[in-house]
């Protein structure tokens, strides 16, 4: 039972990662007031990237 709810939280980790990636533009604009909006969306899709290895590596460590 613990499995599948860690795997289930791991996967969606892993899809909020991705929606910052796809999306980074478009919260950086709603969220973020400061000038350089390259300079925000390049951090956020990094963050985004972290975010989703970190939860496809939940996903494919637990046991």
């Given at each position: 039972?613990?499995?599948?709810?860690?795997?289930l939280i791991g996967a969606?980790?892993?899809l909020?990662?991705?929606i910052m990636i796809?999306?980074?533009r478009l919260i950086t604009k709603?969220?973020?007031s400061f000038g350089?909006?390259?300079e925000a969306t390049t951090g956020l899709k990094m963050l985004g990237t972290i975010?989703?290895?970190l939860g496809g590596v939940l996903v494919m460590f637990i046991k």
């Open positions: 039972m613990w499995q599948i709810i860690g795997r969606l980790i892993a909020a990662g991705v796809y999306d980074a709603k969220y973020f350089d909006k390259n975010v989703c290895v």
